[in-house]
């Protein structure tokens, strides 16, 4: 039959600075977490679903954006070569949705002009 080993019982007195150490972490993990979520309420987001290069002068991104109901988006779309240089970039904006329309999510397209041969589209940014 295998021995069962036992944790070692903490020094006596210090009870109290183990569970005053786990009181502390427990909130300081809250606190970080109430941060995190606080600090992406009522921002935009958006995934990048395709992109298509259609030509040496173009190229179509197509994206997913959730946003905000109360106020315009404004989203960057930029194309890229193959060196990862910027070769085209627009900004769109995106009024708010229609009230009671219920769906802040929606599917974009938008075709950027390019001044050479893309090889990839994205969204860089929405705020």
Do not use: H
């Not at 007195?13 to 150490?21: A, L």
């Amino acid at each position: 039959m295998p021995s069962r080993t036992t944790l070692p019982r903490p020094a006596p007195g210090t009870t109290k600075w183990w569970v005053i150490g786990t009181l502390g972490v427990a909130a300081g993990i809250a606190v970080a977490v109430w941060f995190g979520v606080a600090s992406t309420v009522g921002l935009s987001s958006w995934t990048t679903t395709g992109y298509k290069v259609l030509d040496d002068q173009s190229v179509r991104v197509t994206f997913q954006l959730n946003r905000p109901a109360d106020k315009t988006t404004t989203c960057t779309i930029q194309a890229l070569a193959r060196d990862f240089a910027t070769v085209g970039s627009i900004d769109v904006a995106y009024p708010p949705p229609p009230a009671g329309s219920g769906s802040l999510t929606t599917t974009e397209t938008v075709t950027v002009r390019t001044t050479s041969r893309a090889v990839t589209g994205e969204v860089k940014t929405c705020f």
